[in-house]
């Protein structure tokens, strides 16, 4: 299997510090939630709260609907978050939207928790693959339709600490 690089590792963390810089301005100091989407966005959400500095809260949750290289048009919550959002900013951290599906579910089972704001932010953003209405607020990358894998984005588990998002030919 030959990986391509798509991004470099340079052109990822300068991305993440001005995303950063974008939360900090908008919410003005204001505490922030982070919910990071387990397992992908991990590396994403570490480097991203690395960079903001309002006072701020890491959560997780662990919601899918890949296996493989596909969607298996099946939602798995395998994780709720543990932090009470009720009237708090809060912004959901993930490695990448394609279809929506599982995003579109994990906004609108958080919206019911009545956040004081709801924001989603997204390391990469593939949206000619999207069947769900639903865009991100804050985007680092839009990417074409690849297969991508390395930082946190993984194949059957693997790649997932290439320090770089590359893609399999």
């Known amino acids: 299997m030959e990986i391509k690089e798509l991004i470099s590792e340079e052109n990822i963390k300068e991305k993440i510090k001005q995303i950063a ?8 100091n204001e505490e ?11 590396f994403f959400a570490t480097e991203l709260a690395k960079n903001i500095s309002s006072p701020l809260i890491l959560d997780f949750t662990k ?17 709720n978050i543990s932090t009470d959002i009720k009237d708090k900013n809060v ?11 599982t995003l579109s ?24 693959r999207r069947e769900f209405d639903l865009e991100s607020d804050y985007v680092c990358f839009n990417i ?13 588990e693997k790649y997932r600490n290439l320090p770089y998002i590359g893609y399999i030919e």
């Open 21 to 28: 810089n974008n939360i900090q301005n908008d919410f003005n």
């Open 105 to 128: 579910y994990l906004k609108s089972y958080l919206e019911e928790k009545k956040p004081k704001s709801l924001k989603l932010c997204t390391l990469l953003d593939k949206k000619e």
């Open 63 to 79: 919601v899918s609907s890949y296996k493989g290289t596909q969607s298996t048009g099946i939602i798995h919550f395998d994780l």
């Open 144 to 156: 074409p339709d690849k297969f991508v894998i390395g930082y946190g984005l993984d194949y059957d």
């Open 32 to 42: 922030i939630v982070l919910i990071c989407v387990l397992k992908g966005a991990v």
């Open 91 to 101: 912004i959901v951290v993930e490695d990448i939207i394609d279809t929506g599906r």
